[in-house]
């Protein structure tokens, strides 16, 4: 014996991913698209998944399962009801864990340059088009939550900087970025890229702030814009996004 402790390994907190849930089969595999990405990206950390809604398996079920220490990492864009009220509750039934909550995914600077990226996908701004869009709506799916609504309002702001910050645009334009809601609060996509339109923004276009595909993404792509760009998906910086959630959880 050398009187000198050996090394002990100690299994980190297991990260469990909350998503909403959808019965839309493309929004569940964008949801274990992303889960993947978080797993390849942090190998050492064991990885679970869940939903609050539609899908199995549910967050009691996942909390059923689990033991040791947790850190629940919501899959939503805005400090809303779920976060708020039904993660908590869920919690509250499964005192066996030693569990923590981390902040919903947004607003945060990742989620502008995620859906900058989609709407460069879109062809927002193609080389040798006439002319950029003028003008922008940010299409969330919208809660009666206050708070999560404010995020988005947030997330409007971080997107409008982004995309009025040299080399994007020269200095000192601006794009507005007006945000709009597809439910349970106003305006809507399509209310809001046609004041847009009536107060001279010729090009519209929409970024859909949502996760995956769906009934949403859909109706955004109806709200009348010039270009609609894709849900945030799978992306690399969304992954990284969960685990810095995840590390600011525990620190």
């Excluded at 850190?71 to 005192?95: K, N, S």
């Excluded at 809507?188 to 949403?216: C, D, I, K």
Aim: hydrophobic fraction near 50%.
């Amino acid at each position: 014996m050398t009187g000198v402790d050996a090394p002990t390994s100690r299994t980190p907190p297991t990260l469990l991913a909350v998503a909403h849930g959808t019965r839309e089969a493309d929004g569940v595999a964008t949801t274990e698209a992303l889960v993947a990405r978080v797993r390849a990206l942090r190998p050492d950390l064991p990885v679970e998944r869940c939903f609050l809604d539609l899908v199995s398996p549910s967050l009691p079920e996942a909390l059923a399962r689990l033991r040791g220490e947790v850190v629940l990492v919501p899959l939503l864009l805005g400090a809303g009801y779920h976060v708020r009220v039904d993660i908590p509750a869920a919690l509250a039934e499964a005192p066996h864990l030693r569990a923590r909550v981390a902040r919903a995914l947004g607003p945060d600077p990742l989620l502008a340059q995620i859906l900058t990226d989609r709407l460069d996908e879109a062809g927002w701004d193609a080389p040798g088009a006439p002319r950029r869009p003028s003008a922008l709506v940010l299409a969330a799916a919208g809660s009666t939550d206050p708070a999560a609504n404010a995020d988005t309002v947030a997330m409007a702001g971080l997107l409008g900087d982004r995309l009025s910050a040299p080399p994007a645009l020269p200095a000192p334009s601006a794009l507005p970025v007006v945000p709009a809601y597809l439910c349970a609060a106003g305006p809507t996509p399509e209310e809001a890229v046609a004041e847009l339109q009536a107060a001279g923004h010729e090009r519209v276009a929409v970024a859909s702030y949502l996760l995956g595909p769906g009934f949403f993404a859909r109706r955004a792509a109806r709200a009348g814009a010039w270009v609609t760009s894709a849900p945030l998906g799978a992306h690399d910086a969304l992954a990284r996004l969960v685990t810095l959630r995840y590390d600011e959880a525990l620190t």
